[in-house]
């Protein structure tokens, strides 16, 4: 889609380029920004000129995926990543150009990128207009279906998946109620080398349900966490009572998956 009040475009070079004009937004890979009209936007300043590098290993043996890391460029590195970028509904063509921090900032309910981070304890490294940073978990990030805790002229640099978490097993389920629909929630899970189970909940819920345990729960503990959990919600692609039924049943079945 043709943006009608862009009158300007700048590459970023340094952290200098990043101050916003009034009208100006930040452009990565772009597809959401173009696949609507946004006639709040009079200038675009292009992140992927600074040239970050896509993937870095951590010395906790973990990775560090930058903002501008394409989709299919994460995908690429493990089964688990690629199998939630399956949950977008998006072209082969869209994983070649959308971010994973653009998917993540976005902070849809069914972002899939936010369901990988917040299953693998992801940590984003947020710049900040005056020339600082900060870290956040990502699941502390997304405060809403399509709202997030970033401030005007906040950049997310990169987000930090850490050795631990990285050395579990994990599971992944999706639903929709159309083969080809949105996600109406998709459920994942870590069993870490310690015993430690992390359940999350999302698209279901309008921002990241994360559900902790020490080890392995019972079928009746997690039914009764899941039944306690706020935040289901009902839109045209599910009811919340039926987003609610399946997650208890999906994230039985990663329980079942992930136990001995």
């Known amino acids: 889609m043709d943006l009608t009040a862009v009158t300007g475009y700048r590459a970023a070079r340094g ?13 990565a890979g772009g597809t959401w920004l173009y696949s609507e009209p946004q006639p709040a936007v009079t200038g675009l300043v292009d992140l992927t000129a600074l040239g970050w590098p896509a993937l870095e290993e951590r010395p906790d043996g973990g990775l560090r995926v930058a903002a501008t890391c394409t989709i299919a460029e994460l995908a690429a590195v493990r089964p688990f990543f690629h199998r939630c970028a399956t949950a977008l509904l998006a072209s082969f063509k869209v994983w070649h150009v959308a971010t994973v921090g653009g998917n993540i900032c976005r902070s849809y309910a069914a972002a899939a990128m936010v369901s990988l981070a917040v299953t693998l304890d992801g940590v984003a490294e947020v710049w900040t207009p005056d020339g600082g940073s900060y870290r956040i978990p990502v699941a502390e990030l997304i405060t809403g279906n399509g709202t997030n805790t970033l401030a005007r002229g906040e950049v997310l640099r990169a987000v930090d998946l850490p050795g631990p978490a990285l050395a579990g097993r994990t599971a992944f389920r999706q639903i929709a109620l159309a083969t080809l629909g949105r996600s109406g929630a998709v459920l994942t899970g870590r069993l870490d080398p310690t015993g430690a189970v992390t359940l999350v909940i999302t698209a279901a819920t309008v921002r990241p349900v994360v559900l902790r345990y020490p080890a392995l729960p019972a079928a009746r503990a997690l039914a009764a966490d899941v039944a306690a959990v706020d935040g289901f919600y009902t839109d045209p692609l599910g009811p919340a009572d039926w987003r609610r039924q399946v997650s208890g049943v999906l994230l039985e079945e990663i329980r079942q998956e992930l136990g001995p």
Do not use: N, T
């Not at 952290?15 to 452009?27: I, K, S, Y």
């Open 15 to 27: 952290r200098d380029d990043l101050a916003l004009a009034p009208g100006e937004v930040f452009l």
